[in-house]
Structure formats: structure tokens, C-alpha cells
């Protein structure tokens, strides 16, 4: 099962002279395990574009189904459909409130009616997922952390809901390289041990090409690309340039010694591959 989108369109303030269309005709299919990564310029549509992925958003025209069921329909089954993704928004930190890291967490199975000893494994779960120790944590206010382990705080919050998919738009954004580092870490440990289909809104270009199996390129609230990373940022460089976004720098170089005449792997997107493609060509000179 997968979440869908048919011909979604997101017109803002409709039907007054400051209306502007978002997203524009968007079909879309999000498959089980995927790791999608969503990136464009600032206004391209992107967080719109995942505010709808768990009704926040109503689509002004088309629709959107989660496994099936219409998410923007009323009833029973839709709500539990949009409980099955989980949203963590850019500084999710922001939403923190309650007294301890614990209770925070807690909120949202509290709040759809779980029982307590099962809301406490799952707090439990997650702050072992995002690599907070209980022991250590769990009682602490959440507001003495640091950005990012109040980033973690808030993701582990969603993650205790046990979502199918994880939508996350920006999660690394004001954080320093050793936060985003950690975060990043934590996501690719939960996306490789549950096998959870997550969504990714980030404008760091080589955590994308890193994370991702599948990229979309957003551009005037319309998809403009749809493929693997390593094609897009192989072949696709003129219409990235259009949409606003720049090529890794790590796709750059490994394109421009190969111009020059070394003969290394120019589709790989990590630096571990890079350095392995650059060490192998040398060692065969």
C-alpha cells in the first residue's frame, strides 16, 4: 500500500486578488520502504507539498489516499489513516511543552488513548531509536538540552505514534555540523532497522544524495524530476540549475576529474565511494 496523490492542486487564499497556486496538478505515488528525498528553491512548493501528506493541508482540487483510504474524507478510517504518518516539522523543538523529555514524548499515544504500559515501551523505543538514554533523559526537562537533543526529543515524540511513513522537512536546519550529523545518523539507524518509508525535505544537497533512494525536484509547485539521485545529478544538471538547486559539490568534482582525464566513478554520491573510485584509479597509474 502506498500514499497517493491525484491531481492535487493547493491554491492559498483562493478567490482573492492575493491567490497563488502552491502546488500545481501533482501526482504522486509514495511506495512502503522508500526513502524519498524532496529538494527545490525556497517557494517551490515542498513543505506544502508534505503538509498534505497528513491532512494538515486539504487539497483544493484532487485527492490523496494513505493505504486506500481518502485521508480528507470524515470517519474513523480516515483518521486512522493520517495516523499512520508522522510529520516533524522545520525546529520541532518549538512544540516542546511538556515538563520532561519523558512526558513529552508521551503526549501523542496518551492522547489517542493508549495504555500506560504501553505508552511507556514506546517511549522507551524511541529514545532508543534516536539515541537518547533513558536513564539519563527520560526525567530531565526538555528545555536544559541542547538543539539537538531537543531535535532528537521531538523526533522520538512522533516516532512513538509508530507511524508507517516519517515525513520530515528540514530536521537538520539550524543545527550545527555535529548535530546534523547525529540526527542524519539516527534517521538512516531507524530507516535501516524498521524498514519505515520516510520523507525528506532538505536543502543540503550531499545528505540528500547520501540518504535517498529516490529524489523528487520541485520547481514552481510542480514536480520537474523524478528518479534516483545518481541519475538526477548526473544527468539532469540543466533543469537543476533551472529549479534553483545546486549540484553536490561532491558530483562536481568526481565530473571534473574525469574531464581532466582521470578515469574515477562520477555517478557516486558518498564520499566513502569517492575516496575508494580516487584511491583505486591512482593506485592503477
Given amino acids: 500500500m502506498s500514499i497517493i496523490l491525484k491531481d492535487v492542486t493547493y491554491t492559498y487564499m483562493a478567490k482573492t486578488p492575493y491567490e497563488k497556486s502552491a502546488i500545481k496538478n501533482i501526482n504522486l505515488e509514495i511506495r512502503p520502504g522508500e526513502f524519498l528525498g524532496i529538494i527545490g528553491h525556497t517557494g517551490s512548493g515542498k513543505s506544502t507539498l508534505l503538509q498534505h501528506l497528513n491532512g494538515l493541508l486539504k487539497p483544493t482540487t484532487g485527492s490523496i489516499t494513505v493505504e486506500g483510504e481518502n485521508i480528507n474524507h470524515k470517519g474513523d478510517a480516515a483518521r486512522l489513516a493520517k495516523r499512520k504518518v508522522g510529520m516533524v516539522f522545520q525546529y520541532p523543538e518549538h512544540q516542546l511543552f511538556e515538563e520532561t523529555v519523558y512526558d513529552d514524548i508521551a503526549f501523542g499515544p496518551r492522547n489517542i488513548g493508549i495504555d500506560e504500559a504501553e505508552v511507556d515501551r514506546r517511549v522507551k523505543k524511541a529514545m532508543d531509536f534516536v539515541g537518547l538514554d533513558y536513564n539519563q533523559f527520560a526525567k530531565r526537562t526538555p528545555f536544559q538540552l541542547s538543539g539537538g537533543q531537543m531535535r532528537r526529543v521531538a523526533i522520538a515524540g512522533v516516532i512513538a505514534l509508530e507511524p508507517t511513513y516519517l515525513i520530515l522537512d528540514e530536521p537538520s536546519a539550524?543545527?550545527?555540523?555535529?548535530?546534523?550529523?547525529?540526527?542524519?545518523?539516527?534517521?538512516?539507524?531507524?530507516?535501516?532497522?524498521?524498514?519505515?518509508?520516510?520523507?525528506?525535505?532538505?536543502?543540503?544537497?550531499e545528505d540528500i544524495a547520501r540518504m535517498a533512494n529516490r529524489l523528487l525536484v520541485m520547481n514552481g509547485g510542480e514536480i520537474s524530476l523524478d528518479g534516483s539521485p545518481t541519475d538526477i545529478f548526473r544527468d539532469s544538471q540543466v533543469q537543476l540549475k533551472e529549479a534553483g538547486v545546486d549540484v553536490p559539490p561532491l558530483t562536481v568534482l568526481m565530473n571534473r576529474l574525469n574531464q581532466h582525464g582521470l578515469a574515477v566513478d562520477h555517478t557516486v554520491v558518498a564520499m566513502d565511494a569517492a575516496v575508494d573510485s580516487v584511491l583505486t584509479v591512482v593506485r592503477g597509474l
Fill in 174 to 205: 539550524g543545527l550545527d555540523p555535529r548535530g546534523r550529523d547525529e540526527i542524519f545518523s539516527q534517521i538512516i539507524k531507524m530507516y535501516q532497522s524498521t524498514g519505515i518509508t520516510v520523507v525528506l525535505v532538505s536543502h543540503n544537497m
